[in-house]
């Protein structure tokens, strides 16, 4: 789904838009592929947000399809999403209908690691356009970190760009939901590092939540239980409401309540 197909979902009313932002080969698209694949097998969500609809089922198949498991073959990860000459992300959709029997509809967008790290060092960048986007629209922000990145060899590099991503993501985010959400949980990372990430998110708010997700089983830890307190808290995301002007008239019509006399 590209941005001129969101007519088809915010005709109604606007969607709440989580953007994911981390570097390249982060696991941003694993996250949406564990999503969907764990809310078609109904371990995702509750009776309180039942799965609705989607207009973007073909994308949401496409993104999971490199984790399911085929004859012979282990599953593998989504291949990293290329930059290419787009200028917008791609988006998928999920709607949910609650308990009042209300609906929800949710925009998930997937941007190449490539335009938020440009954009991190120059918010103007030419090509960090997609990455603008996210910003400007996003309701839920997960600020991705690479635990494998972040304990490997090359560990100095990648901490010093999530600083500079962080740095940029936090003073974007403007009072809207924000997450740390810790990638490839099952790797061990130093205390130390763990403790300048923390810091470089804490700028906004000493209590940041934070997820940790992982394909693989961490300890007796079932590797879904991540993923499923992620999704959860992205469903609680609430706009906010909108206080209308007060009128002593009796028998108004809130459509022409400004220019009562």
Request: with cysteine.
């Amino acid at each position: 789904m590209g941005g001129a197909d969101l007519n088809f979902v915010s005709g109604k009313v606007k969607p709440i838009t989580v953007g994911i932002v981390g570097p390249e080969s982060a696991g941003k698209t694993t996250i949406l592929g564990a999503f969907y694949l764990l809310l078609g097998r109904g371990a995702l969500t509750t009776d309180v947000n039942l799965f609705s609809n989607s207009y973007t089922l073909a994308g949401w198949e496409a993104v999971a399809t490199y984790l399911r498991w085929k004859p012979g073959l282990p599953p593998s990860f989504p291949p990293h999403t290329p930059s290419g000459a787009a200028r917008s992300p791609g988006m998928l959709h999920l709607g949910f209908r609650r308990e009042d029997g209300s609906l929800r509809d949710f925009i998930f967008a997937d941007a190449p690691g490539e335009w938020f790290q440009k954009w991190a060092i120059n918010e103007q960048a030419a090509d960090a356009e997609g990455a603008r986007w996210i910003a400007r629209h996003a309701d839920v922000t997960l600020l991705i970190a690479d635990r494998q990145a972040l304990a490997g060899p090359k560990m100095g590099a990648a901490r010093n760009d999530f600083q500079l991503l962080a740095l940029r993501a936090v003073a974007e985010a403007r009072g809207r939901r924000l997450a740390l959400v810790w990638t490839k949980g099952d790797v061990e990372v130093a205390p130390a590092m763990e403790a300048q990430i923390r810091k470089a998110v804490a700028s906004v708010s000493s209590s940041v939540p934070e997820f940790t997700v992982s394909v693989s089983p961490r300890g007796e830890v079932d590797a879904a239980e991540g993923f499923r307190e992620l999704f959860g808290w992205i469903l609680c995301t609430k706009r906010a409401e909108v206080d209308l002007p007060t009128t002593e008239a009796s028998g108004h019509d809130p459509l022409f309540r400004s220019g009562r006399r």
